[in-house]
């Protein structure tokens, strides 16, 4: 891939994205979760106020090839979570997925220092998470009619 073709990482805070920005987000995630794996849930669920953004842009910003949120710690655990993981279907394969979970895992080391990070994974992704040292806490559960296994890498 040249410099050119690259994906362009951006982190922000929800109210330093654009609406073109979000729209953009909203509409892969919707793509994702919603389209793809036919999971009719709500998506824009209050968390993204309490978030930091991360995504792999397209070369001409038009569309995330990856996501993910970061959810403050005491939002919607005790320690701060990463969730709407994604990765759309045309950057599928490239490691972006994995670079994604990387990334997000040092910007909760480096901003909540010290503290560990708490996930509800897909349960198929559980060993795709025990790679990044995520360890299952508790019994897997249905969360949108989709088994999930709570994670947490500990601090």
């Known amino acids: 891939m040249d410099n050119a073709s690259l994906p362009q990482w951006h982190w922000c805070r929800f109210d330093e994205l654009s609406v073109f920005d979000l729209q953009a987000i909203y509409r892969a995630r919707q793509t994702v979760f919603s389209i793809e794996q036919e999971c009719a849930y709500l998506d824009a669920d209050g968390f993204d106020e309490a978030s930091f953004h991360l995504a792999a842009w397209s070369a001409d910003r038009s569309m995330p090839l990856a996501y993910a949120r970061v959810v ?84």
């Open 72 to 155: 403050h710690p005491g939002q919607k655990y005790t320690e701060p979570s990463i969730g709407r993981v994604i990765t759309v279907t045309a950057a599928r394969g490239s490691g972006l997925g994995r670079e994604l979970v990387r990334r997000a895992v040092a910007h909760c080391q480096e901003a909540f220092p010290g503290q560990g990070i708490r996930i509800s994974a897909q349960t198929r992704l559980e060993a795709f998470y025990a790679g990044f040292g995520f360890q299952p806490i508790g019994e897997p559960y249905m969360e949108d009619g989709i088994p999930h296994t709570e994670m947490l890498l500990p601090g």
